[in-house]
């Protein structure tokens, strides 16, 4: 493989990243609104199934924001990469 050709495959493989983050940074819009709408549903239960989902809904928006974190810096290395060879 020469060097162009590697220099496509990170192209290609940041194209693929691009996708998938941009797939997650919807899943965070989509928890972030679930959170929302469960909190106005549910504002003045203290059920512990409430909670509990409550706490789980903003535990997936935290790890989706971070994996987003995760897809942008592989993108930044990779180009960083492609760019020094």
Known sequence: ???DEVKQTIS?????AKQGRETLERGVTE???AGMLAQRVTHDSAH???TQMSRK???L???LER???RYESAIEHANSYAARI
């Open 1 to 3: 493989m020469n060097i």
């Open 12 to 16: 290609r493989g940041n194209t693929a």
């Open 31 to 33: 928890a972030r609104d």
């Open 48 to 50: 512990d199934h409430v």
């Open 57 to 59: 809904l903003n535990e």
């Open 61 to 63: 928006r935290l790890e």
């Open 67 to 69: 994996t987003v974190r």
